[in-house]
């Protein structure tokens, strides 16, 4: 207690400035201790959880790669199973019936599987227990006396002709190669009385599994790995062992998919699963975790330089200032000592015309402002809120600027500047225009122009979700229309029509100038709206949707300044879609008002 009062009576003795400065000291070293260890942390988690995404993603890459290999050998295999001279061989019970129609067999599968790579070789079995093989890239020999006697033999008969797969074939071979082999069976049966004439298999190899998802595996995944149902390696990996892989697909247990942080062997690795439910194989990349923190140190050096930089500034900046206003301060204070009693009157004291003179004049300024001050406080305030309510629909919506920074952010982790540079053009085009340096009466033709930044931008972000089509009378353009009406009408359209349909949609915007007036519409082919909804939208019902609030607000807009009722019209059919058209009237009265 004593030390610490000492410690306080000497802080509290030091001239404001000195208290100032070593305050901002500390404040300083914790800030940039904290923001620091914040940034890092937030840096990391986001970048944690996009490369889990991207890895994640990438497994469904990879699998659709596989789905299209096995779907290429399942044709294939169905061409072989459709061969007449094969259908001939096996309804005479015996493959080697005929050595004519069996070369002829020969030729068109060694043809066949030359010209098919993935394919390491074919082993047909009639009912009889002959074997007859074409082997391109192996030498294998079929153990079991009789076909009937496999392990898999009951469940192929189940399937009636629809493949299994079974890694290393069901242990049927010897002289099995070093890598392991996927064996895709099923049954031969006559294509007119579906009797079971034999059986058919197809070795694909290790490699060709590998070589089907080359293409797709990024510069930091380690591995891919997949394992059958019953967690066997297909693909082998030297970096863990087989029990460790089974241990991590245990802990995803009854998930579909997922990423997680896992130590093996003093090092953490990223793994990312996905389940492919129609064979029960899952998909596992491996990812060291140091690729990771490679990826986040450029990034958290720079935001610690830039935190380091900007406080150090702050700093130096603080000590002057403080020095500037402290030492003016302590004059002036000698003058004021009137308002501790509170009288409030002008400080006389003799300045020249430097900071203290100007302060001094502030301050009896003040004096006489205040009161002038309320008065304008009052009446701005008034004005504003008439203002906001006036413009309320026509706000760019906070969440659209943040949905486009994010957009500009993923492009840029990307490395697609190019795309990234477009959206941030369209970005500062758009609020340019919408801005229109505070008028809220433009042109017909720049609130087009807002429009398409606007759109532009939706079209990157959505890349193949909806197209636009324009149809502009250049008659129309110079006409005067609200700020920011075709916005929300046109993210409704692509909201709450296009984007809940699923699929992707047509935006058409048209202007066209008639004999009394200008008739804009926006009409899209998304889910459409009820007649119901229609109503209660151009009744101004107050239990209408939220997400027709837009729409409410554009009408009710349209109707006040153009002193009409009868300038916005919905058309709308569910499933459809919906066209929205206004209304614009031209006029001796008012021509020239509403014209540029």
């Known amino acids: 207690m004593y030390i610490g009062g000492r410690l306080y009576k000497k802080i509290s003795d030091m001239k404001i400035s000195v208290r100032f400065t070593l305050f901002y000291c ?3 070293i914790s800030s940039i201790l904290l923001s620091n260890i914040l940034y890092q942390k937030i840096y990391s988690n986001t970048a944690l959880k996009k490369v889990s995404d991207m890895s994640v993603q990438t497994l469904y890459s990879v699998k659709t790669s596989l789905d299209l290999m096995i779907s290429n050998i399942d044709n294939c295999s169905k061409m072989i199973l459709s061969n007449d001279d094969l259908q001939l061989l096996l309804r005479n019970g015996n493959i080697y019936s005929d050595l004519r129609v069996q ?23 009639d009912n009889c227990g002959n074997e007859y093989s074409i082997n391109n890239q192996d030498d294998l020999q079929f153990i079991p006396p009789n076909i009937q006697d496999v392990d898999w033999y009951d469940l192929v008969v189940q399937k009636k002709g629809a493949y299994i797969l079974k890694l290393n074939g069901g242990n049927i071979f010897r002289n099995t190669p070093k890598d392991n082999f996927v064996s895709m069976i099923r049954l031969i049966r006559d294509i007119n009385s579906t009797k079971t004439l034999g059986v058919l298999i197809i070795n694909i190899s290790e490699n060709a599994f590998k070589d089907s998802y080359s293409s797709i595996i990024n510069n930091y995944t380690t591995g891919v790995t997949i394992l059958d149902e019953n967690h066997e390696s297909i693909i082998k990996l030297n970096v863990v062992d087989k029990s460790e892989i089974k241990n991590v697909v245990e802990s995803f247990e009854n998930s579909k998919h997922g990423y997680m942080m896992k130590k093996l062997k003093d090092m953490e690795y990223l793994f990312s699963y996905l389940v492919d439910k129609r064979s029960d194989w899952k998909i596992i990349s491996i990812m060291p975790a140091k690729e990771l923190s490679n990826e986040t140190a450029v990034p958290g050096l720079i935001g610690f330089a830039i935190i380091l930089i900007n406080s150090l500034l702050m700093f130096i900046g603080t000590i002057l200032t403080s020095r500037i206003i402290t030492i003016p301060i302590k004059k002036l204070l000698k003058s004021m000592k009137g308002i501790q009693k509170g009288k409030f009157k002008e400080v006389d004291i003799r300045t ?84 229109s340096k505070g008028k809220e009466v433009i042109t017909i033709g720049e609130e087009i122009e807002i429009v398409k930044n606007y759109l532009n931008i939706q079209q990157i972000r959505y890349a193949d979700l909806f197209s636009v089509h324009y149809k502009l009378d250049e008659r129309a353009g110079n006409f005067k229309i609200l700020k920011l009406v075709l916005q929300p009408l046109v993210e409704n359209a692509l909201y709450h029509g296009i984007r809940v349909k699923g699929e992707h949609g047509i935006i058409t915007i048209e202007t066209e100038y008639l004999e009394d007036h200008i008739r804009i519409t926006v009409e899209d082919d998304g889910v459409g709206m009820s007649e119901e909804c229609i109503r ?61």
């Open 352 to 435: 020249g015309n430097n900071e203290i003179g100007q302060l001094k004049d502030g301050y009896n300024m003040m004096i006489y402002e205040i009161q002038q001050l309320i008065d304008r406080v009052i009446t701005e305030q008034r004005i504003k809120r008439k203002a906001e309510l006036n413009v309320l629909q026509a706000q760019i919506k906070p969440h659209f600027l943040y949905n486009t920074l994010e957009s500009i952010n993923s492009l840029i982790l990307m490395e697609e500047t190019e795309a990234a540079c477009n959206i941030v053009d369209a970005l500062g085009s758009y609020y340019r225009l919408s801005l």
């Open 536 to 596: 209660r939208i151009l009744d101004n019902s107050t239990d209408t949707e939220v997400t027709s609030f837009g729409l409410r607000g554009t009408i009710e807009r349209l109707r006040i300044f153009y002193g009409v009722d009868d300038c916005f019209r919905i058309e709308s059919v569910i499933g459809f879609g919906t066209k929205i058209t206004i209304l614009i009237p031209i006029s001796s009265e008012n021509g020239e008002e509403k014209y540029v």
């Open 103 to 125: 070369a002829r067999l020969g030729t068109y599968l060694n043809k066949l599987t030359q010209e098919t790579s993935f394919i390491s070789s074919v082993y047909i079995f």
């Open 26 to 28: 500390v404040i300083l």
